[in-house]
C-alpha cells in the first residue's frame, strides 16, 4: 500500500536514510548523499508536512518512500529537456525516492515509480521528471528500465552536497 505520510512515520523514513547512509559510508551502495547534510529527518518532515511524502508500507512497515510534487528545482533549467511544450502544471517530480535496504531486490522501487505515474495522470500531468546523481547507478538503470530519459547532467550544489552531477530524466505518459 502507498499513501501520504502522518507524523508517526517520519522517524521510520528517516532510520530509512541513515541505513542507505550507513551502505554508503561502507562502500556497500552509492548514491552521493552525505549524512547530516542530505536527507535528513527535516528533509522527510518537510515534505510530510507539505502534503507531499508519500510512503509503501509493507506489513505495516515503511519500506519506501518518496516526495511527489510539481517543483521542478532550479537545476532543471540547465537540462535539455525533450518535452518543453508542457506547461508547469502538466509536469510531476519525484524527488528523494528510497526503497529501505532490507527490502531490496523485491521491486518497491518500480512499484512506487507506478504510482507516481498513476498518481501524476489523477492530477492531470502528462509530464514526468526526477533526478538523481550520476553516481547512482542502480537507479539509473532502474529509471531506463522504466522508460525514464536522461535529459542531461547538470553540475551543481545539490540539497547543500557540492560538486553533485545531476542526473535529469522524464517521461511523457
Not at 506489513?59 to 511544450?85: G, R
Not at 524527488?95 to 495522470?121: I, M, W
Request: proline share 2%; net charge negative; charged share 25%.
Amino acid at each position: 500500500m502507498i499513501r501520504k505520510a502522518t507524523d508517526k512515520e517520519l522517524s521510520q523514513v528517516a532510520a530509512i536514510y541513515h541505513r542507505i547512509l550507513e551502505q554508503e559510508e561502507k562502500g556497500l551502495t552509492t548514491t552521493g548523499w552525505i549524512r547530516g547534510v542530505y536527507p535528513t529527518e527535516e528533509t522527510a518532515r518537510e515534505a510530510m508536512e507539505a502534503g507531499e511524502l508519500f510512503i509503501l508500507l509493507e506489513d505495516d512497515v515503511v519500506a519506501a518512500a518518496a516526495k511527489i510534487n510539481k517543483e521542478q528545482v532550479p537545476e532543471y533549467q540547465n537540462a535539455q529537456w525533450n518535452y518543453t511544450d508542457v506547461t508547469e502544471e502538466q509536469v510531476m517530480v519525484l524527488h528523494t525516492l528510497v526503497v529501505d535496504p532490507s527490502f531490496a531486490g523485491r521491486g518497491l522501487g518500480t512499484q512506487f515509480v507506478k504510482f507516481y505515474e498513476e498518481y501524476a495522470k489523477e492530477q492531470g500531468c502528462c509530464c514526468l521528471r526526477m533526478d538523481t546523481n550520476a553516481r547512482n547507478t542502480s537507479a539509473r538503470r532502474l529509471y531506463q528500465h522504466l522508460g525514464f530519459r536522461e535529459a542531461g547532467i547538470v553540475d551543481c550544489t545539490f540539497n547543500g552536497i557540492v560538486g553533485v552531477k545531476l542526473v535529469c530524466l522524464e517521461k511523457m505518459l
